[in-house]
Antibody
Framework: QITLKESGPTLVKPTQTLTLTCTFSGFSLSSSGVGVGWIRQPPGEALEWLALIYWNDERRYSPSLKSRLTITKDTSKNQVVLTMTNMDPVDTATYYCAHYCTSTSCYRRAFDYWGQGTLVTVSS | QSALTQPPSASGSPGQSVTISCTGT?????????VSWYQQHPGKAPKLMIYEVSKRPSGVPDRFSGSKSGNTASLTVSGLQAEDEADYYC?????????FGGGTKLTVL
């Protein structure tokens, strides 16, 4: 059974750096084809893809946010960490992490398991 | 990369069929058979409903189907039920990244 859970601060101040952790179980991020992505959703708005890290440490970022994002993994802890610098009130959103897979034995190139999400508010 | 274009709203009566479109470009929807659709109820995480344009994950009713023509993908919900009322998002692989649509609110009248 695959599960993911996001954790981190619920409130950050403008210009601060946000650090979110995704702790997962039921799969290994060292298995070929596996990835974990981050997606956010401002209140009442659409989903926005942020970043993805693969089993081989390959990383992909949203072009519009690339300069502010860093995604890393700790395979031994079953965790993926996303950092976002220079936070602004427009970054207020629910942040989700999700399981992703590229192999033929899974739901290819889709986010098939999601965490419950964590609401991050940016305010002074 | 720009967000994929979806109609803001769609509606249908119970038992009817409704189709939601998702328009991209040759760099995303038109270029790859990796379009997925997600259902999101208020306050809940998204749920994968369709992957690889037209495939259904285990447990998703066959009332949900997907297709693609050129740069436009579509999600069809047949035999509408009250529980189908939700927001629906399309997504596409772009060759290196992922892009989502703006979402469609489906109302069951």
């Amino acid at each position: 059974q695959i599960t993911l859970k996001e954790s981190g601060p619920t409130l950050v101040k403008p210009t601060q750096t946000l650090t979110l952790t995704c702790t997962f179980s039921g799969f290994s991020l060292s298995s070929s084809g596996v990835g974990v992505g981050w997606i956010r959703q401002p209140p009442g708005e659409a989903l926005e893809w942020l970043a993805l890290i693969y089993w081989n440490d390959e990383r992909r970022y949203s072009p519009s946010l690339k300069s502010r994002l860093t995604i890393t993994k700790d395979t031994s802890k079953n965790q993926v960490v996303l950092t976002m610098t220079n936070m602004d009130p427009v970054d207020t959103a629910t942040y989700y992490c999700a399981h992703y897979c590229t192999s033929t034995s899974c739901y290819r190139r889709a986010f098939d398991y999601w965490g419950q999400g964590t609401l991050v508010t940016v305010s002074s | 990369q720009s967000a994929l274009t979806q109609p803001p709203s769609a509606s249908g009566s119970p038992g009817q069929s409704v189709t939601i479109s998702c328009t991209g470009t040759s760099s995303d929807v038109g270029g790859y058979n990796y379009v997925s659709w997600y259902q999101q109820h208020p306050g809940k995480a998204p749920k994968l409903m369709i992957y690889e344009v037209s495939k259904r994950p285990s447990g998703v009713p066959d009332r949900f189907s997907g297709s693609k023509s050129g740069n436009t993908a579509s999600l069809t919900v047949s035999g509408l039920q009250a529980e189908d009322e939700a927001d629906y998002y399309c997504s596409s692989y772009t060759g290196s990244n992922t892009v989502f649509g703006g979402g469609t609110k489906l109302t069951v009248l």
